[in-house]
């Protein structure tokens, strides 16, 4: 180590009052080596805090490392004269509660050891969870607020907030939050003149609104010196008694003796370096999470043809009459996000669902963007309205029409979106196949709202996306195909060999004919050559792919997206009607 480390410059400049993270309980102790012997190398922080309301702010000005650190007292406590001190509340004397502990400490009788908890009333005003080590809020696309650093053996030795969350909730509850720290360095050499600290003295200085303080010490100061020893015992019980009692104590039957001695003989030299700070969290009035708190940080929106912006608070009225435009590549972003969904209601139009609560219902125009009614995005909290921001654009193909019919004529379109109608298809399949022939269709299930964020038109943008559209559409058809079980049904003559979609497609051929059969399959065979293409993507068959796929090149990605699940699903469509429809008289 050297004099930087020990003299903490570059730690005690920074504080916690604008850091990102806030300790709220610490204790970490790193150390190496033998604390008596030479090489030994310690360091320590420790952190205790305690939030204040301005009516008791005088008394805790005073409150130090002593008062509120770690070794300060956390537990309930039950008065003889009927009062009770609740574990949260901090008594500065017997019966007078003045602050709030944000951390409670469990002790564990019997098994050993300690717990930290984080306050009940913190996690359920910010509407927290717990995932492993980490407190989230699942409305702030699961954002990490709190998180815990654990020991070897399981004990926590940190839980941290976010500080931006720390002052939403001591904001909500007007209270101000104090921190007293200390941090602790240390090393044993074997001289101070031939070590990195030559030159330097005890010394103490008042340094960044805190008290530093060096001290130099032989090791042998420390540990060494005189001791004593007295040892008493009683003289006056009987063993064979079957139930001794022992009378006062008196010298007649006791005894007793004495030792002392000196122990020493330590080598080498203590150099410390220790460095206590109390400072304020203090909260900035907004609690825009927790009390509901206007945000004044919202995004504008361009809501004109010319980019005529406007803020967002002036869009928050459900009478606004306004429509907004964006990208079509935020819903896929917006997919991407833990939590959100995707709701068709018809063929252009349908909600993301928003971890936040709300369904934002969208609709696409001609032009392939997205349109939703203004009130619907300003409504929104601030951080996924700046995701919404980032991808608005000046109006462009007018609004949805299909929006619109629903919106404002309060006349839903009577379509379906592709996607939908895909899962349905397979769902009808599967009964059919089920019902005929007394089999599973498919090997697994899959949870549809999952498997609807990645088959989507949205997620098809170009080339490459519309690949990987087409490889999650056979993922969820032709792979989970069951091969045993339609290898009992088919009768060519080389059905050990065939794979899913040719088994299946040799079901259909005993029903209808093989050249029937061949095209009613071609999109779901181009699909299959697609998915090689999406690992060969410069193949020269991606063309020849498309075209049996059905799938016009001349339009959009997002309408290619589209046609794409379409005729996959009319294909799967058409394979049940052919099998399993009756024939008319």
């Known amino acids: 180590m050297n004099q930087d480390w020990i003299l903490q410059k570059k730690e005690t400049r920074r504080t916690f009052s604008k850091a990102t993270w806030v300790p709220l309980r610490a204790s970490i102790d790193n150390e190496k080596g033998n604390v008596k012997k030479i090489g030994y190398i310690n360091e320590f922080f420790g952190c205790g805090s305690v939030a204040f309301s301005p009516v008791h702010r005088a008394v805790a000005e005073r409150l130090s490392w002593n008062d509120i650190g770690i070794s300060s007292n956390i537990a309930p406590y039950a008065y003889h004269d009927g009062n009770y001190s609740t574990i949260d ?341 599967e009964n059919g196949f089920k019902k005929k022939f007394n089999i599973a269709l498919f090997s697994h299930d899959i949870d549809r709202s999952e498997a609807l964020k990645k088959i989507s038109r949205f997620t098809s943008k170009d080339q490459a996306s519309l690949l990987r559209l087409t490889k999650e559409i056979v993922r969820v058809f032709s792979d989970r195909l069951n091969v045993q079980e339609l290898r009992t049904l088919s009768t060519h003559s080389n059905k050990d060999k065939l794979g899913s979609n040719k088994l299946l497609q040799d079901v259909l051929a005993q029903k209808v004919g093989a050249d029937t059969a061949r095209k009613v399959f071609g999109p779901i065979v181009g699909a299959y050559d697609m998915r090689i293409g999406d690992a060969h993507p410069t193949s020269s068959k991606i063309g020849e792919a498309l075209e049996l796929a059905g799938i016009n090149n001349e339009n959009s990605f997002l309408k290619q997206g589209q046609q794409l699940i379409s005729n996959i699903g009319q294909s799967i469509w058409f394979i049940g009607k052919m099998l399993f429809e009756k024939p008319q008289e």
């Open 89 to 429: 509340e901090y008594q500065y004397q017997d019966n007078e509660p003045i602050g709030i502990h944000l951390v409670l400490e469990l002790s564990l009788p019997v098994v050993g050891g300690r717990q930290w908890i984080l306050t009940p009333d913190l996690i359920a005003a910010l509407r927290l969870i717990k995932e492993g080590s980490n407190w989230v809020r699942p409305e702030e696309n699961f954002v990490v607020v709190a998180r815990e650093v654990l020991n070897e053996n399981g004990e926590q030795t940190l839980i941290e907030i976010k500080r931006e969350f720390l002052l939403d909730y001591l904001a909500a509850r007007n209270l101000s939050l104090r921190l007293s720290s200390y941090r602790q360095r240390l090393e044993n050499v074997t001289s101070l003149e031939t070590s990195e600290y030559a030159g330097l003295e005890d010394h103490q200085e008042e340094r960044e609104q805190g008290r530093y303080e060096l001290l130099i010490r032989s090791i042998n100061d420390v540990f060494g010196g005189n001791w004593a020893m007295l040892r008493a015992w009683r003289t006056d019980v009987d063993e064979d008694e079957d139930a001794p009692v022992m009378g006062p104590e008196t010298n007649d039957n006791t005894g007793h003796e004495s030792s002392e001695g000196n122990k020493g003989g330590y080598d080498g030299v203590r150099v410390e370096g220790e460095f206590w700070r109390d400072e304020w969290i203090e909260h900035q009035g907004i609690s825009k999470r927790v009390r509901g708190d206007s945000d004044l940080n919202l995004p504008q929106f361009i809501v004109e043809t010319d980019s005529t912006r406007m803020a967002s608070s002036e869009l928050n009225n459900e009478d606004v009459g306004r429509w907004l435009w964006f990208r079509s590549s935020v819903v896929d972003e917006l997919l991407g996000l833990r939590g959100f969904s995707l709701k068709w209601y018809t063929a252009e139009t349908g909600a993301i669902q928003s971890t936040s609560g709300f369904s934002i219902h969208f609709g696409i125009n001609s032009a392939d963007f997205i349109t939703i009614y203004a009130f619907d995005i300003a409504r929104l909290p601030a951080w996924e309205q700046h995701i919404w921001a980032a991808q608005n654009i000046v109006p462009e193909g007018k609004v949805s029409s299909e929006l619109l019919d629903s919106q404002v004529k309060a006349q839903p379109a009577q379509t379906h979106a592709v996607e939908e109608l895909l899962f349905e298809v397979m769902d009808m399949l």
